[in-house]
């Protein structure tokens, strides 16, 4: 174990103009929590399991969207839509049994939020699991 590293296997960098502004809204918004802070140019936040690391943008944001398992959906909506994130798509119900909700962050990066609402076999859906 390395405490200088944020918890999980797969770790995505997010890239922001300004780090500490971005990090101040996602920890507002979608319910981050800072775990280290690496002058202004870097940041490791962490979500439950799950870690991200903002960084100062080079450029602009590559187009990619993160997804997120959160334990209540409706109130994690609404969380971010006070605190103005743009909202792509409101929650919504969908036949895998998730129901989601997708928003912009103020870097432009899209996030979708998942509720798991029902276990459902994806060969109902067109779905093939191979475990």
């Not at 990619?64 to 798509?89: C, P, W």
């Amino acid at each position: 174990m390395n405490r200088s590293m944020p918890p999980g296997i797969v770790i995505p960098e997010l890239p922001y103009a300004d780090v500490r502004k971005a990090v101040e809204w996602l920890c507002r918004s979608f319910g981050f929590a800072e775990r280290l802070r690496i002058g202004n140019h870097r940041a490791q936040l962490t979500y439950g399991a799950g870690s991200i690391i903002v960084t100062q943008a080079k450029g602009s944001p590559a187009s990619f969207s993160i997804m997120l398992q959160v334990t209540d959906i409706d109130q994690h909506y609404e969380r971010a839509k006070q605190s103005g994130a743009e909202i792509l798509n409101p929650p919504m119900d969908y036949p895998y049994g998730e129901r989601q909700y997708s928003a912009e962050d103020i870097g432009g990066h899209r996030w979708v939020f998942s509720q798991s609402i029902e276990d459902v076999d994806p060969s109902l859906w067109g779905g093939t699991l191979f475990e």
